[in-house]
């Protein structure tokens, strides 16, 4: 016999109506809304009922994909700061949006500095911030970081802005990785920016634009710690690349390269290197052929031979490639 809508109201009132997930402890909730892999979706249920409001801001993973840029303070703002609660990952990415936004309507430096704030003084251990990609910007602003002083990883994605090294006293103390993508370094702040990180690790920086366009770049890093070095460029010209880091174990370097371009690395336990430069069309020429990439290979396996592979074309063959085992290779050059 089915129940009347009374009745049914009725029922739901009676002892045996007890809601036990909402009488869980807070570890075990915290756990269930972890495994719902969204911070918005966690936050919802703060509508479920008293037990579950702001639970959400105590998790140890807080991941905002989906918040529009003007939102993050606010919700950030709703986050518990340590030592009530300790943060283990903070990722902010702000959504692209489908039209094409005006520059006029860009994130401007003291937001996303503000921003940028707040998050350091929830102490996350690794920090994601990205924005969506806005195209070059001729009048560039400064962005000095905030120091970020339980950081293990930090990974900053096109940030509209040129880098620099926290103000004096700052240092990333704990940091083991930093990833900067399509973000502008300029040299000098990219080695006062490697001093403040005594214990750096991993460096991995990709850019489309390295500097102001029609600049051709140098790349110098400089690291008494360093282990793992990505080095992207596709734009503009790198001119020269100078990497000292004696505790470098592998290097990975892709670039565009006009004409001349010097390579000077001075690492005493290289392992693994993975190097490719190319070059413009018709830049450098052999008669009637004009060079296209180099590429060098250390060995994959046991016994194999390093290699490098030399492309190269003309009016006739649109493509050679030439391919050499080197018997030595060292690793300081």
């Not at 006062?192 to 634009?209: D, F, G, T, Y």
């Not at 000292?244 to 990975?252: C, D, E």
Request: glycine residues 6%; charged residues 20%.
């Amino acid at each position: 016999m089915g129940l009347t809508p009374k009745r049914r109201r009725r029922s739901a009132k009676q002892p045996g109506g007890v809601d036990y997930i909402s009488a869980l402890p807070d570890d075990l909730l915290l756990l269930i809304l972890a495994g719902l892999g969204c911070t918005a979706a966690a936050a919802r249920t703060s509508g479920l009922s008293r037990r579950w409001r702001g639970l959400w801001a105590r998790l140890g993973d807080i991941s905002l994909r989906d918040v529009a840029f003007e939102s993050l303070a606010a919700v950030l703002s709703l986050v518990a700061r340590p030592p009530a609660s300790a943060i283990s990952l903070l990722e902010i990415r702000v959504p692209r949006q489908n039209r094409r936004v005006p520059r006029e309507h860009w994130p401007v430096r003291e937001d996303v500095a503000s921003l940028a704030r707040v998050a350091a003084r929830l102490a996350p251990e690794k920090i994601v911030l990205a924005l969506p990609p806005k195209g070059s910007n001729p009048n560039p602003a400064d962005f000095h970081l905030p120091c970020f002083r339980r950081a293990v990883s930090i990974l900053l994605e096109a940030l509209p802005f040129v880098l620099r090294a926290p103000p004096a006293g700052g240092e990333f103390a704990a940091l083991q990785t930093l990833r900067l993508l399509d973000c502008i370094v300029v040299d000098k702040e990219l080695g006062a920016l490697l001093s403040r990180c005594p214990r750096l690790r991993v460096l991995e920086l990709r850019h489309k634009v390295t500097t102001w366009p029609g600049v051709r770049a140098r790349r110098r890093v400089r690291s008494g710690t360093l282990q793992e070095l990505v080095l992207h460029s596709e734009r503009p010209w790198l001119s020269s690349v100078h990497i000292v880091a004696p505790m470098l174990k592998q290097l990975t370097m892709s670039f565009w390269a006009h004409k001349e371009a010097t390579i000077s690395v001075s690492a005493s336990t290289m392992q693994k290197v993975s190097w490719r430069c190319s070059y413009a069309q018709n830049a450098i020429g052999f008669g009637f052929w004009s060079l296209h990439k180099l590429k060098l290979e250390t060995a994959e396996t046991p016994g194999q031979l390093p290699s490098l592979q030399i492309y190269a074309g003309n009016v006739r063959v649109s493509l050679l490639l030439l391919n050499f085992n080197v018997p030595e290779f060292s690793s300081t050059s």
